[in-house]
């Protein structure tokens, strides 16, 4: 059996079917996210939710809000699962990461920008150096303005799974900062 290099890190077994990807193998840095120089990978993150479970924090937290959930609210962005949204994982993002097929993640949404991505202000190639994967640091670093903001909401299409988030868990505990 051999196994081919995939984008961003990945590698697949050739005889692995589409539907066979959970046996992935991916190399550190595509399963961690860097974020404002920290490294959270996902151990790091169940560990945070077991500690937090283990201390009681969750249900105290999870009661009353806090002010950047409400403000996170008032920009659009949930605090909780959204039913409404489609569940996307960062594996499966992973694969849209061309030109013709660009998807990427800011701030755990999931957006669809392969429609945008030739008209892009800033050029094609940023978009496409995080295509299919997490570009909230470069979106958020650029500066961009409201009206870039307003049209990031016209190419989502999903939201990542509650235990791939970075910004929010499934229980409204926030862990870093978003636009
Ligand atoms: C789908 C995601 C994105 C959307 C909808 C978007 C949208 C826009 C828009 C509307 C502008 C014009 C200026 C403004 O209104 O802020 C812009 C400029 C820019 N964007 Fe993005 N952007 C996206 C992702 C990114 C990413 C990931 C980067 C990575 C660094 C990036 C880098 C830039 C830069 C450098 C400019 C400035 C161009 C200039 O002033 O010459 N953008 N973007």
Redesign the pocket.
């Known amino acids: 059996m051999s196994y081919d290099r995939q984008p961003h890190g990945a590698a697949r077994f050739s005889n692995e079917s589409q539907s066979e990807r959970s046996i992935i193998l991916r190399e550190p840095t595509s399963s961690a996210m860097e974020l404002s120089g920290l490294t959270l990978n996902f151990r790091a993150l169940n560990l945070l939710d077991k500690t937090l479970n283990l201390m009681g924090k969750r249900s105290s937290n999870y009661a009353k809000p806090s002010p950047e959930a409400i403000a996170n609210k008032k920009l659009g962005y949930s605090d909780k699962c959204e039913n409404s949204l489609p569940i996307i994982s960062l594996e499966e993002i992973s694969w849209h990461d061309t030109i013709d097929d660009c998807w990427?993640v800011?701030c755990d949404y999931v957006?669809n920008?392969t429609e945008?991505?030739k008209n892009?202000?800033?050029?094609q190639d940023?978009?496409l150096?995080?295509a299919g994967r997490d570009?909230t640091l470069?979106?958020v670093?650029?500066?961009?303005?409201?009206?870039?903001?307003r049209?990031?909401e016209?190419?989502l299409i999903g939201e990542l799974p509650p235990s791939e988030r970075i910004f929010r868990t499934v229980d409204g505990i926030k862990i870093g900062d978003c636009v």
């Open positions: 990427l800011i957006y920008c945008f991505i892009h202000p800033g050029g940023v978009l150096e995080y570009a470069a979106f670093g650029s500066g961009h303005s409201q009206g870039a903001n049209l990031l016209k190419f």
